[in-house]
């Protein structure tokens, strides 16, 4: 399937009810499973915390999530200390996703873990054992949600856990979001230096209400910079999130987004755009790079990037993704040296007339692409449906903000 995108030459204007948090909801369905239970409200309606919810409610021996990473990730540790055979399998591009690192952490801890197929891939066979030891080392330079995974399951270990971390540690806004998480649900932690400790203790909470996506907002983001006029609410966000992409209200600003805090949401506006290039570190918001690659891209603004080490592992290689796709607009960037990405601000002569973008099953490439349309007139993206994994109605939602799409064969 594909769909052909069209500005309708209307200021992007809408009420928009984002979907809740995929990354709060997939770390509170571990925590239920866990506690015994507790009600969860505004479950993200995501397909990867559809298969998470389905995996950990099943019997069956085999559990197959698909492309659902943190859903691997997750739980992989959840399974290795709970009583039981299971053999969890995923997508092709899934058994080429690296788990080595997680796996040796969990062996560590005398968890019975063995690979079926190639070695630091899934697919994994876990055998649920007590844990031996209460002291892990890992590499916090791979992903933050190996370290997620096993401090989620922290507190429910006989003798709690001490997780010593090992290199720079990338992603660690997912990393406070798992222990502020778990703090607001009963757990105490202490992170000091490269040691994180989490005695064993118990989870406690009767409820707990999830909260919109900031990292769908960011694509709203992008569409109010894009667009000559905006007036954009988005319901449900909320200054003091726990998530790290609360980052992208200041980091929008300079671009030319003002971003007004209601009771029940957000107001995006438009505002001077005050800056000629963009240099950011993104170790702490790596989903973010798409979406200001694509946003600076079609703005003009040069710009240099680090901390994009991560993408390479993600749905797809993102860097390579960005890369071969962004050149269909004339845009050619570059890695100058591995975690980096830049561009000069420089337009190829040879760009599509109607660019034609491959989302590579990647989510997050169809929907930092789709509001390029805004400056392009007509832009037609493959396989749409990837938004599913995290973004459900966002084709919806553009409607409903004024720009329109068709299918075409």
Known sequence: MKYLLQRSGQPIKGNIFLPASKSISNRLLIIQALSG?????????????KVLQEALNSHCVLVDIGPAGTAMRFSTAYYSFVPGTRMITGSERMKNRPIGQLVDALRQLGASIDYMEKDGFPPLKISGVLPKKNVVEI?????????????????????????????KVISSSYICLTLDLMRQLGVESNWQDDEIIVRHQEYHRTSYRVESDWSAASYWYEMAVLSPEADIFLA??????????????????????????????????????????????????????????????????????????????????RVAALQTELLKFGVNITEPESGSLAWDGQYDSERAEVPE?????????????????LKNSRLVINDPEVVMKSYPGFWDDIVEAGIIFSSVS
């Open 37 to 49: 239970g507790f009600e969860i409200e505004n479950l993200s309606e995501s397909n990867d915390t």
């Open 139 to 167: 590499d916090g330079s791979i992903s933050s949600q190996f370290i997620s995974a096993l401090l989620l399951v922290a507190p429910s270990l006989p003798e709690g856990l001490t997780i010593k971390l090992r290199g």
């Open 236 to 317: 449900g966000l909320s200054a003091n999130s726990i998530q790290g992409d609360v980052a992208i209200a200041r980091l929008f600003e300079p671009l030319g987004v003002k971003t007004t805090y209601l009771p029940d949401g957000i107001r995006l506006s438009k505002a001077p755009t005050t800056i000629t290039k963009m240099e950011f570190d993104f170790s702490k918001n790596p989903d973010m790079v798409q979406t200001f690659c694509v946003t600076l891209a079609m703005m003009g603004i040069p710009f240099r990037f680090s901390g994009c080490e991560s993408l390479k592992i993600k749905e797809t290689n």
């Open 357 to 373: 973008i491959d989302t590579y099953a990647d989510h997050r490439m169809a929907m930092a692409f789709a509001p390029a349309v």
